[in-house]
């Protein structure tokens, strides 16, 4: 017997495609895109070559009713830039009937299986995807997907749009997206933007975001981009630095010394190792005992 195709998510009912050439100006951008980042160099080398050979493919638009533009791209955004860099009149098309959610969706799709979207924006987007898929918001989504993580129960709903959604992603799982990829959102903005424009891997990224203080972080990553250390590098570079400050506290600054001990007791205070293990215990009431005592003096 013949297989049965998996449907996809962008599959839909749809009056069909219409193969065309638009003016460019009768095409408004895409009301979303995974991709947020374009490589300025590789946009001009892209439009060079449109200029001499004309645009490889056809962009995805739909009709757009109400608005000055009659057509609003759907997929292929860096060809359309590249094609307003090489001031190109008209690009073929494929026009499709959709209503935002199918636009969305399209887009995503198309877009999480190109290798070189970064892994940012294949996070943003997969987020974006399974809130489009479930009708739930992305700090909930979340929420469960760290459930589903740990063995507890969600609702079979979410399970179903899960396994959906990365049934339709190329070599990622959703357990490694749970464990891996959220926490990159939540990395510092220069380290999300290295990270964006392929400076660094995100496992780097990660490794640095470990450092506390914002000046040490801000040079380490410059180290990083810089000399393309190693990830063993990096980890010895952050065990110097918290050597140093393990030992030299005598040296600083009574504010950077109060910086530290609420570095220190926010670490503590999350620390699920310090607080599971019961021989921590006495250790945690004298040091308490002995901080209350400090302040009653």
């Known amino acids: 017997m013949p297989r049965t195709r998996k449907r ?28 947020t980042y374009f ?18 493919g056809r962009l ?23 094609a307003r860099l090489a001031n190109l009149a008209e690009v073929p098309v494929e026009i499709k009937e959709l ?40 700090p909930e989504i979340t929420s469960l997907l760290y459930k589903m993580v740990k063995g507890r129960n969600v609702p079979t709903h979410f399970k179903k749009v899960v396994d959906q959604v990365f049934e339709s992603i190329k070599n990622l799982t959703w357990q490694t997206f749970a464990r891996d990829r959220l926490r990159l959102l939540n990395l510092p903005d220069p380290i999300l933007e290295a990270i964006k424009q392929g400076n660094i891997e995100y496992t780097k990224g990660i490794e640095i975001a470990k450092v506390q203080e914002q000046s040490v972080q801000d040079e380490l990553l410059d180290e990083v981009i810089t000399n393309n250390l190693s990830i063993k590098q990096i980890k010895d570079l952050i065990a ?58």
């Open 99 to 138: 209503t935002d959610q199918q636009a969305i969706a399209l887009a995503l799709e198309e877009n999480l299986n190109r290798e070189d979207l970064n892994p940012i924006e294949e996070t943003e987007g997969i987020l974006e995807l399974l809130s489009l898929t479930s009708g739930l918001e992305k």
């Open 8 to 35: 996809s998510l962008t599959d839909f009912e749809s009056p069909g495609i219409v193969q065309d050439t638009l003016p460019l100006d009768s095409i408004a951008p895409p009301i979303y895109n995974p991709r």
């Open 39 to 56: 490589d300025p160099e590789k946009l001009q080398q892209l439009a060079e070559s449109f200029s001499e050979h004309g645009v490889i």
């Open 240 to 297: 110097q630095h918290k050597g140093k400050t393990s030992t030299d506290y005598s040296e600083l600054s009574t504010e950077d010394l109060i910086k530290d001990v609420r570095q220190t007791y926010q670490k503590f205070s999350r620390s699920k190792k310090v607080w599971s293990e019961q021989k921590n215990r006495k250790k945690i009431e004298t040091l308490l005992k002995q901080l209350k005592s400090l302040i009653e003096e």
């Open 60 to 82: 995805t638009v739909r009709p757009v009713e109400g608005k000055e533009q009659p057509y609003e791209l759907v997929v292929g955004e860096r060809r359309f830039r590249a």
